[in-house]
């Protein structure tokens, strides 16, 4: 395989990563990016290629002095971690909130910032991988909840069930079993025969539905 056809290789490997990607120097310079990672660098990214990352994301602490030359980067975890990734050779994964600037407006995002050391022809790069978090750090924020029912109130003021708010936001689904105060006050027949250790450590026994007797009939 030529070094053209490994390159091409290696770069469809890379579009294939569902989430921004960006291989970067120690001084956090975009060497390449994937495809997943374009919308961030606006109308044309190619132009981000030799950028720093908060230049080329519009960081907002990066818009007066550049990239790590303001009063806030030292605290940057999108440098730290790459400075990291660089001086222990190990890979980090840290989360973050980064206000980016775009045409006049700041808007706010949480990602999940994961940094892994690679060399290519002798020289040491990192990769640079942010995940967009925000819905899940939406969610650690207070959750409105019906002191009765137990329901949760959504943006649009719909009161809905746990299970249905939580499949919506974060596509998980339930299981239900049952716990032991549950099963002590709904079937006392059923607690009494259970083992001591789940008495305290909770059961997913499911109570089966009451039998109902059969009556006998006499052929005629």
Excluded at 132 to 159: F, G, H, N, T
Aim: charged fraction near 25%; hydrophobic fraction near 35%; include cysteine.
């Amino acid at each position: 395989m030529s070094d053209r056809s490994k390159l091409e290789y290696f770069k469809g490997i890379l579009d294939a990563i569902p989430s921004p990607v960006f291989v970067v120097d120690n001084d956090v310079r975009i060497i390449e990016f994937n495809e997943a990672a374009a919308p961030l660098l606006g109308q044309n990214p190619t132009i981000a290629l030799n950028l720093r990352s908060g230049d080329a994301l519009h960081c907002l602490h990066a818009s007066e002095q550049g990239c790590g030359r303001g009063p806030d980067c030292g605290d940057c975890v999108i440098r730290n971690s790459v400075a990291h990734t660089f001086g222990g050779r190990k890979v980090s994964r840290r989360t973050t909130r980064m206000d980016l600037v775009r045409d006049s407006v700041t808007r706010e995002i949480y990602v999940l910032v994961t940094t892994s050391p690679f060399v290519y022809q002798d020289k040491h790069y990192a990769l640079l991988i942010l995940e967009d978090i925000s819905e899940l750090m939406d969610l650690r924020k207070v959750i409105p909840m019906c002191a009765s029912c137990k329901r949760i109130r959504d943006d649009q003021e719909y009161w809905d069930h746990v299970e249905n708010y939580f499949k919506r936001q974060l596509d998980l689904d339930f299981t239900h079993g049952i716990c032991p105060d549950c099963v002590k006050k709904l079937y006392p027949d059923l607690y009494v025969k259970l083992p001591s250790q789940e008495k305290v450590a909770g059961t997913n026994v499911k109570p089966s539905a009451p039998r109902v007797p059969t009556q006998k009939t006499t052929p005629s």
